[in-house]
C-alpha cells in the first residue's frame, strides 16, 4: 500500500506558475508516477507521467511545453512544475502510482494507488 499526498496548489493568475508536490509514504522507486486532473462533471483526465527511473516522460498534448514532470526517488516524491497556466487548467490534480516497466503510462486504468487532490485555480 503506498499512500500519496500532493500539495503546493493554490490560486494564480494566468501565465504564472505552480509546482506540485506529491509525498509518498513508502520507496516510490518501484512505481510509475503520474498526475491526473479533473473539474466538476468531467472526467478524470492525464496530465503527465514519468518512469520508475525517470527516463521516460509522456505529457497531455494540452500541457506539452508547459508542464515539466520530475521525480526524486531518495525522497519518495515527484513533482509537477506548471508554468504558463491558462484559465482552462484549472482543476483538481491527482498525483498516482502504478506498477508499470520502464515506461510511462498514461492510461488512469494502470496506476493503482491516488492522492486526495489538490485545488489548482487559475484567474483569467
Known amino acids: 500500500q503506498v499512500q500519496l499526498v500532493e500539495s503546493g496548489g493554490g490560486l494564480v493568475q494566468t501565465g504564472g506558475s505552480l509546482s506540485l508536490s506529491c509525498a509518498a509514504s513508502?520507496?516510490?522507486?518501484?512505481?510509475?508516477m503520474a498526475w491526473f486532473r479533473q473539474t466538476p462533471g468531467k472526467a478524470r483526465e492525464f496530465v503527465a507521467s514519468i518512469s520508475q527511473s525517470g527516463s521516460h516522460t509522456s505529457y497531455a498534448d494540452r500541457v506539452k511545453g508547459r508542464f515539466t514532470i520530475s521525480r526524486d526517488n531518495a525522497r519518495n516524491t515527484v513533482n509537477l512544475q506548471m508554468d504558463s497556466l491558462k484559465p482552462e487548467d484549472a482543476a483538481v490534480y491527482y498525483c498516482?502510482?502504478?506498477?508499470?516497466?520502464?515506461?510511462?503510462?498514461?492510461?488512469?486504468?494502470?496506476?493503482?494507488?491516488w492522492g486526495q487532490g489538490t485545488q489548482v485555480t487559475v484567474s483569467s
Open positions: 498516482a502510482a502504478g506498477s508499470a516497466l520502464f515506461s510511462a503510462p498514461t492510461n488512469s486504468g494502470v496506476y493503482s494507488y
Open positions: 513508502r520507496r516510490t522507486s518501484g512505481y510509475a
